[in-house]
């Protein structure tokens, strides 16, 4: 069974701009989610994405946006980006059959580094 | 909130020395316990997991034992190899906000000499 397969892997962007970061989850997978993963703050929750919907959104502003598509692919958006915004973009996903409760297992992607220059 | 504390690296150690991560946590309720690990340049892999207390979860000669009277959930491996030298993860996993809200350590680096 293929991995979670997230593109691109290496991004370079100036402030000020947008970016838009793909992930494409386990076959039979239904949830996505985003983290940022910076030496400083470590691991971060963004937001998950189940059958299309926002189901849950960790602290960030406004200007990290993310959705879902019909076959669970997601995209995570980052707008007027800032110096700050440079970290490692991981994707993770599972079943989010909630029935699994919290052994439900995340399989995480190889990330998206993004520098901002 | 939740929260889980693992102990600062880097954690160095010789071929075959035994290893010990230390992982805490502080979480309501009954919450599933991970560690995962992350080799340079790649994204985290699962190495085991508990879900109930008193569970043992193990892979790849790794172990960990879900002690709710301690809150804890420490990795330990009898004999490390220099391919174990990588980042460890401790998280938990528990029902909020309408689904399970998985939260990381810090991040333990393990540095194993030949």
């Known amino acids: 069974k293929a991995g979670v397969t997230q593109t691109p892997r290496y991004l370079i962007k100036t402030r000020g701009q947008q970016v838009t970061l793909s992930c494409s989850p386990i076959?039979?997978?239904?949830?996505v989610s985003w983290y940022q993963q910076t030496p400083g703050q470590g691991l971060q929750f963004l937001f998950e994405?189940?059958?299309?919907?926002?189901?849950n959104k960790g602290n960030f502003p406004g200007r990290f946006s993310g959705r879902q598509f019909s076959n669970s692919r997601s995209e995570m958006n980052v707008s007027t980006l800032e110096l700050g915004d440079s970290a490692l973009y991981l994707c993770?996903?599972?079943?989010?059959?909630?029935?699994?409760?919290?052994?439900?297992?995340?399989?995480f992607g190889p990330g998206t580094r993004l520098t901002v220059l | 909130g939740n929260s889980v504390t693992q102990m600062e690296g880097p954690v160095t150690l010789s071929e075959e020395a035994f290893l010990t991560i230390n992982c805490t946590y502080t979480?309501?309720?009954?919450?599933?316990l991970f560690w995962y690990v992350q080799y340079p340049g790649e994204g985290l892999q699962l190495l085991l997991k508990?879900?109930?207390?008193?569970d043992k979860g193990s892979n790849k000669g790794f172990e960990a034992t879900y002690r709710k009277e301690t809150t804890s959930f420490h990795l330990e491996k009898g004999s490390v190899q220099v391919s174990d030298s990588a980042v460890y993860f401790c998280?938990?996993?528990?029902f909020g906000g309408g689904s399970y809200i998985p939260t990381f350590g810090r991040g333990t680096s393990l540095i194993v000499h030949p």
């Open positions: 508990a879900t109930k207390a008193d």
């Open positions: 076959s039979g997978h239904r949830s």
């Open positions: 994405y189940f059958s299309e919907t926002q189901r």
């Open positions: 998280a938990l996993k528990r």
């Open positions: 993770a996903s599972s079943l989010g059959d909630r029935g699994q409760g919290s052994a439900d297992t995340q399989y």
């Open positions: 979480a309501t309720g009954y919450p599933s």
